[in-house]
């Protein structure tokens, strides 16, 4: 019985880590967005966590990915161009909690695609930590509605609903990649379509950035490559079901960032959806536990 707690709880640790790593990238990329605009932002940050990544993977003497490695790259590095698009010049204009927990839509979501596209088995401890987490999510709203938000806020709530809507999809993608990917292999081809994909923009919207944004650039990409081969490894480990109820973990982390570094206050029913999701959470990841004979012939 230990043997299964250990082989789940190894996964979801890494998961956790990589949220994160996510959410320091998420705050960087905040202010960068606001510095140079979001397009110069992404291609700026993909370019460089590429080329990080790349040099490792070369570096390791990796081998050439499969066919269905190079389909999985494709087809995720177009979807997460347009997802985190959205994501970023959304998150410019809300406070960075809102925006976090407006995208915590995604895993609730990513749920049922792993059931229809993965046939994986959505057990009912799963359902109920992901409607104890979303709960948590509708408690935080309420919170937020409270401020006076204004237009510009508003499209940028509803750019980031755009986004959860790819990142529902993304989960499952980050499951069936890992199934025919290394981690490394996965973030390096990964961000090089996504950088292919805002490539051609370049003529008409990309610019250098000011000198004193090459270090948030050089972190934001560190971040962004950490986490994506980090969450790359534990769903090469784990079902879509016991880490997508993880990503709520980042609300905490948003939460703190966005009060240090943009002096953005939280609210007390923040505070306690925050906890909602945080238990959700253990209750959708906590394996089940082994029958009797199982937990004797592992033992």
Avoid at 18 to 23: E, G, K, M, Q
Avoid at 71 to 76: E, G, K, T, V
Avoid at 221 to 242: C, D, I, K, M, P
């Amino acid at each position: 019985m230990q043997q299964g707690r250990t082989s789940i709880a190894v996964p979801v640790v890494v998961a956790t880590a990589a949220i994160a790593f996510y959410s320091a990238m998420d705050a960087v990329m905040k202010a960068l967005t606001i510095a140079i605009g979001v397009y110069n932002a992404m291609l700026w940050r993909m370019l460089v966590a590429t080329l990080i990544a790349g040099l490792v993977w070369l570096a390791l003497r990796s081998p050439r990915p499969s066919r269905a490695g190079l389909r999985m790259h494709l087809i995720r590095g177009i979807m997460s161009s347009l997802m985190a698009i959205l994501f970023f010049w959304g998150l410019a204009r809300v406070p960075l909690a809102q925006g976090v927990a407006l995208a915590f839509i995604a895993p609730l979501i990513a749920l049922y695609l792993a059931a229809l596209i993965l046939g994986e088995k959505i057990e009912r401890r799963a359902i109920l930590g992901s409607l104890l987490g979303f709960a948590g999510v509708l408690v935080i709203m309420l919170a937020q509605a409270e401020a006076d938000l204004g237009p510009e806020a508003f499209r940028g709530a509803l750019s980031i609903l755009g986004s959860a809507m790819f990142y529902a999809w993304n989960i499952v993608l980050m499951r069936q990649q890992a199934l025919v990917a290394k981690p490394l292999e996965a973030t390096v081809f990964t961000g090089l379509i996504i950088a292919a994909c805002y490539l051609p923009f370049a003529p008409f919207w990309g610019a250098l950035p000011p000198s004193d944004q090459y270090g948030p650039i050089l972190l934001s990409a560190l971040f962004g490559v950490a986490a994506l081969t980090l969450l790359s490894w534990a769903y090469g480990r784990a079902e879509a079901q016991y880490l997508a109820p993880i990503e709520y973990t980042a609300f905490v982390w948003a939460a703190l960032f966005g009060l240090v570094l943009f002096a953005e206050p939280v609210r007390p029913l923040t505070l306690i959806g925050a906890a909602m999701i945080v238990a959700g959470c253990y209750v959708a990841a906590k394996p089940k536990k082994a029958p009797l004979a199982d937990a004797m012939i592992e033992v």
